[in-house]
Nanobody, 117 residues
Framework: QVQLVESGGGLVQPGGSLRLSCAAS????????MGWYRQSPGKQRELVAFITSGGGTYYADSVKGRFTISRDNAKNTMYLQMNTLKADDTAVYYC???????????WGQGTQVTVSS
């Protein structure tokens, strides 16, 4: 079973940057469409971006132009470069397949991103 481990979160000031990583065990990662999701207290989990096995990407309107999703299939790792961070980006960030209806993988622990001055 594929396991997911997110990392790279932290506390950053508004306007700052962070790079998140999602490491997956198992070689089948390369065939999956993978997404970054986030959830903040009192809100539903939302899709931030996804990337196809061939590198095609989609971004939620709220992050378009600020975030960049990428993947390295050889390393079974996906990334999320987050620039010009805003307070509204504060959330726990998770990675998983997209869409989840295609067979969600077990959720990792997530990585906390806090944007605050």
């Amino acid at each position: 079973q594929v396991q997911l481990v997110e990392s790279g979160g932290g506390l950053v000031q508004p306007g700052g940057s962070l790079r998140l990583s999602c490491a997956a065990s198992g070689s089948i990662f390369s065939g999956y469409v993978m997404g970054w999701y986030r959830q903040s207290p009192g809100k539903q989990r939302e899709l931030v971006a996804f990337i196809t096995s061939g590198g095609g990407t989609y971004y939620a309107d709220s992050v378009k132009g600020r975030f960049t999703i990428s993947r390295d299939n050889a390393k079974n790792t996906m990334y999320l470069q987050m620039n010009t961070l805003k307070a509204d980006d504060t959330a726990v960030y998770y990675c998983n397949r997209y869409p989840l209806s295609n067979g969600a993988l077990g959720w990792g622990q997530g990585t906390q991103v806090t944007v605050s001055s």
